[in-house]
């Protein structure tokens, strides 16, 4: 069968872009590569790799496990189904925390890392501070750690915690998360990638705020005066999440927007 044959044939089922997405990872070429060789035969070993991942797709599995990586901020994650799948909307976060970092430098923690697309963008971006990415999965701390040596060996250190548990007496100058946040009977999670990501990256009790509830009572100690606590959150939590911090005692408390138009992110400074 030829190239474009094959792109034909999958487009049918799974649409044009990620007919074309799954081919130029069987093949491991780009798109312009694709483009000049549709009339190129397909090994058999190629139409034999290519044949289940179209049919993976159609049944719903997240494009980005398939391949094996996900874009974030102008850089490729390794990511497996051990991780959350990076999303757009976290760019914000990312954006954000480059905002408040001091420009001499210094320490920041990203809770719950998962991929490591948060922590590892902001090392890469600012060599000057050394990022502590943490996660209480040791699968997804394998993946994060991948990441970390690919894109900011020097400034990352790696450390298996549940949430501050393992984290020491260290005060960072800023600490950010993107937690699980999704009320555990929410209808989301039985849509789209959700049903493949893992539970633990996504689910945080009965209103989806466990998790923001123990990051935000344990910050202040962990944190230097003046340092933020910048968090991510469902479309419907920035009010309990900016309550959570005023309660803390976080002072410039506020909450931002995501492309989107969503409140995103909140976050706070130790005053
Ligand atoms: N920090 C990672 C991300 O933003 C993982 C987040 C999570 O698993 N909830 O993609």
Redesign the pocket.
């Known amino acids: 069968m030829t190239i474009a044959a094959a792109l034909a044939e999958a487009q049918q089922v799974i649409g044009r872009l990620e007919a074309r997405v799954l081919l130029r990872h069987v093949l491991q070429c780009d798109e312009a590569w694709l483009i000049a060789h549709g009339d190129d035969e397909l090994t058999l070993a190629q139409s034999r790799n290519y044949g289940p991942l179209v049919a993976r797709r159609a049944a719903g599995e997240p494009v980005a496990y398939l391949i094996g990586h996900r874009e974030?901020y102008g850089r490729e994650f390794v990511v497996t189904p051990a991780?959350?799948?990076?999303?757009p909307d976290?760019e914000l976060?990312v954006e954000l925390a480059l905002q408040r970092l001091p420009a001499n430098g210094g320490e920041v923690l990203?809770?719950?890392?998962?991929?490591?697309?948060?922590?590892v963008t902001i090392a890469a971006e600012r060599p000057q501070y050394r990022v502590t990415l943490v996660?209480a999965s040791a699968e997804?701390l394998d993946v994060a750690r991948g990441n970390a040596h690919r894109y900011a060996a020097a400034n990352t250190t790696l450390l298996r915690s549940d949430w501050y548990a393992a984290v020491g007496d260290k005060q960072y100058d800023l600490i950010v998360?993107?937690?699980?946040?999704i009320a555990s009977a929410d209808a989301h999670l039985q849509h789209g990638d959700l049903r493949f990501?893992?539970r633990?990256?996504?689910v945080s009790g009965d209103d989806g705020l466990n998790d923001l509830r123990r990051i935000v009572a344990g910050a202040s100690v962990h944190l230097s005066p003046g340092g933020w606590l910048l968090c991510?959150h469902g479309h419907d939590q920035s009010q309990a999440c900016t309550a959570l911090l005023r309660g803390a005692g976080f002072g410039d408390v506020f909450s931002a927007r995501d492309l989107a138009g969503i409140q995103r992110v909140s976050g706070g400074r130790l005053l």
């Open positions: 974030f991780v959350l799948i990076p999303r976290t976060l990203d809770l719950g890392a998962g991929s490591g697309c948060i922590g996660d997804a998360s993107n937690p699980p946040y990501e893992p633990s990256a996504l991510e």
